[in-house]
């Protein structure tokens, strides 16, 4: 998709700063929709219409993760979060209400752009099934499936819902089974930026996927924590 046909809605109560972002995105090509309510944002969102969702959290009416859980329901674009508090309880709940992304206000439009390109991309890709030729299509251990190309999982014969993020996570880890991958890889690999040593994304992440995969969440057996190193996805553990 190119730059030019990408419809973006912002959620944003503070007109100054939605201007300035509309105002910044718009030149690049972008076609920008503002809605400064959480609860108007839902009852006129239109799917169909909307490639990305830039969600502000404080929002009145219904506040951003409110938004972000309907929104999701009806939604498998990427949905980035804009937040002024530094909370990690924020980030984790948004993220785990469906949230790609999430950047902390203040912050520099070109910055927002490129963090909304890269999303694009990443969703563009899915979409057309971009990848490298010599990558399997599908990776299967026992009785767990994953398909690229379909970006389904099925385990015990059952689909798996995930979102994007969670089925590009458990693929890298599959992907390279049998080896320890640190939160730096990873996050290197998902966000395309170095990995600051703070951001939760990646635990968030995985212990999603534990429980949605079945795995014991205390003492998992499957996509296990190898402490000072990483993540292994463990080959031999799904029957």
């Known amino acids: 998709m190119e730059a030019e046909n990408i419809r973006l809605l912002l959620v944003e109560d503070d007109l100054r700063l939605a201007q300035l972002v509309r105002d910044y995105i718009e030149p690049?090509?972008?076609?920008?929709t503002v809605q400064h309510r959480g609860d108007q944002a839902v009852t006129e969102f239109l799917p169909q219409m909307t490639d990305i969702v830039i969600l502000d959290l404080m929002l009145p009416g219904l506040d951003g993760l409110q938004v972000c859980q309907q929104l999701r329901q009806q939604f498998d674009g990427p949905i980035l979060i804009l937040t002024a508090q530094?909370?990690?309880?924020?980030?984790?709940m948004g993220l785990e209400l469906g949230a790609d992304d999430f950047v902390t206000k203040p912050i520099e439009p070109p910055v927002l752009l490129a963090r909304i390109r890269a999303l694009m991309r990443r969703a563009n890709s899915q979409q057309h099934g971009i990848?490298?030729?010599t990558r399997p299509h599908e990776l299967q251990f026992g009785r767990l499936s994953i398909n690229l190309k379909a970006q389904q999982v099925i385990l015990d014969d059952q689909i798996i819902e995930l979102t994007t993020q969670e089925f590009d996570l458990l693929w890298l880890l599959a992907e390279n089974a049998g080896t320890v991958l640190s939160r730096d890889q990873i996050f290197s690999r998902m966000r395309?930026?170095?990995y600051n040593g703070m951001d939760r994304t990646v635990d968030v992440r995985i212990s999603r996927l534990r429980k949605k995969l079945l795995d014991n969440t205390d003492q998992p057996k499957r996509l296990k924590t190898v402490w000072g190193k990483g993540y292994l996805f463990v080959?031999?553990?799904w029957g």
Do not use: Y
């Open 28 to 32: 690049q090509g972008f076609t920008v």
């Open 86 to 92: 530094k909370s990690d309880i924020n980030h984790v």
């Open 131 to 133: 990848e490298v030729s």
């Open 192 to 194: 395309g930026i170095e």
């Open 235 to 237: 080959a031999d553990a």
